[in-house]
């Protein structure tokens, strides 16, 4: 099970982390991904680690923005996002696959229950 929370209400130009958490032993098998959904768009890719850390991935649209890290210790994922822009806005979702390489959004298994951030401009 994964719960994604952080997300809020932040000027443009402003910092959120978003943080995902597992329960359950699986964690350190899954690659971990994240995906935002705007209103009426359809769910797209953020950002992806491998299961170790030490591979990542970003779509264009937030390369230098935003960082993805986790811990495995602590079964969590997190997405730091700075330089906040108001097409950032969507509901953001963290999820699992244990497909190597780049997965594709329907090889993500596991999917938390997302959580909303608004960027006002």
């Known amino acids: 099970q994964l719960q994604a929370f952080g997300g809020g209400l932040v000027q443009a130009g402003g910092s959120l982390r978003l943080s995902c958490a597992a329960s359950?032993?699986?964690?350190?098998?899954?690659?971990m991904g994240w995906f935002r959904q705007a209103p009426e768009k359809a769910r797209e890719f953020v950002a992806a680690i491998t299961r170790g850390g030490g591979l990542t991935n970003y779509a264009d649209s937030v390369k230098g923005r935003f960082t993805i890290s986790r811990d495995n210790a602590k079964n969590t994922v997190y997405l730091q996002m700075n330089s906040l822009k108001p097409e950032d806005t969507a509901v953001y979702y963290c999820?699992?696959?244990?497909?190597?390489?780049?997965?594709?959004?329907?090889?993500?298994?596991?999917w938390g229950q997302g959580t909303q951030v608004t960027v006002s401009s």
């Open positions: 999820a699992c696959t244990r497909v190597a390489g780049r997965p594709l959004i329907g090889d993500y298994e596991y």
């Open positions: 359950g032993r699986t964690f350190s098998s899954c690659h």
